[in-house]
């Protein structure tokens, strides 16, 4: 959990905080130490949300705001903003088939901040995020505003997917339990790096291939599971919960924060890369790496970089062919 923020005045919004996933993060900042000023934003029923979650006995104050016109004002003073806005997956649709809807969306929000937020972080849940940050990083330097120390794809379901079922198979506490995951955020991208698990986890080829499929396809068998009620919605406010938490922390000083989030990066063959960073009070601090892998995971990487590729061109050329 995190410590107490150190800008006490400080506006956090969640842009999207209506939706399956928006609501319960909103509630895990709400009920967090945070003490911050919640700023929840959508196109419908934000008021509702901020009325419910205000009764909450915690120090957060948490106002909703609704439609275009009244975003400017939930940005202003923020640190660290944090986009969920999306629609859901369905069984039979792809994240790739969400593609127009949720670029446009994540466009438009993050024209926003580059415009009355510069200087804030940005945390895109939004799917697809191997297309969604690079659409946040066009949008940002199309406004003179761009940092890329400062603008993170939220992959942080895949690392608690994984430390969760390696912990189911090695009977360990998942709460101790660090796995790195490196790539993208949908389905081959996903690229867990089980052998450099902390504690240690050796697995035979035959159980470490069947555990990295079921990583990478987790996203999917909640989507069958839910059987067309939406996507991971609990998880992923988790993990986003999570995320937040740990950059907040960083900006608030604390020494040793490491998440994996997907950002630029020169540490693969592709303009971004999802590895574990360091964490400061202006952003990534310190790229770590991919360290040491094995020949599994080179091939992993090797066959996840040309739709890493695919993906993130077409982000930057949704931006490029925008009106």
């Known amino acids: 959990m995190p410590s107490a923020l150190a800008r006490p005045a400080a506006q956090n919004p969640v842009l999207g905080a209506s939706g399956g996933i928006g609501q319960p993060l909103a509630l895990l900042l709400k009920n967090s130490p945070l003490g911050s000023r919640l700023s929840l934003h959508d196109i419908a029923h934000t008021p ?12 957060a104050t948490v106002k909703g705001r609704l439609g275009p016109e009244q975003l400017p004002d939930g940005l202003k003073g923020c640190d ?39 200087e804030a972080m940005i945390c895109v849940i939004s799917n697809l995020v191997n297309s969604t940050i690079p659409i946040a990083t066009e949008v940002f330097k199309k406004h ?46 996903i690229i867990p790096l089980i ?18 499929g079921w990583i990478q396809e987790a996203g999917t068998e909640v989507v069958k599971a839910k059987a ?13 919960a999570r ?40 952003g990534i601090e310190k790229n770590l790496g991919i360290g040491k892998i094995s020949p599994f995971e080179e091939k992993m990487i090797a066959e996840a970089i040309p739709e890493l590729k695919a993906s993130i061109q077409k982000g930057e050329e949704f931006v490029k062919n925008m009106k």
């Open 80 to 118: 660290v903003v944090v986009i969920p806005a999306r629609v859901p997956r369905k069984p039979g649709v792809t994240r790739d088939d969400l593609f127009s809807t949720n670029a446009s969306v994540v466009t438009t929000l993050t024209a926003a901040c580059a415009q009355h937020s510069p």
């Open 228 to 240: 067309g009620a939406g996507s991971a919605t609990l998880s992923m406010e988790y993990a986003g």
């Open 48 to 59: 509702g949300v901020a009325a419910d979650l205000s009764h909450i006995e915690t120090r």
């Open 195 to 212: 052998p450099q698990c902390a504690p240690e986890a050796d697995l035979p080829q035959d159980p470490l291939t069947a555990v990295t």
């Open 144 to 189: 003179g505003a761009y940092d890329p120390n400062k603008i993170f794809g939220v992959t942080t379901l895949d690392i608690v997917r994984a430390n969760t079922f390696i912990a189911e198979l090695k009977g360990l506490d998942p709460a101790r339990v660090n796995v790195p995951v490196i790539g993208g955020h949908a389905g081959k991208t």
């Open 243 to 282: 995320f937040v938490f740990s950059l907040v922390d960083a900006m608030n000083g604390k020494e040793g924060v490491v998440e994996c989030s997907f950002v630029k990066s020169q540490e693969a063959d592709c303009a971004y890369f999802s590895t574990p960073l360091l964490l400061g009070n202006k």
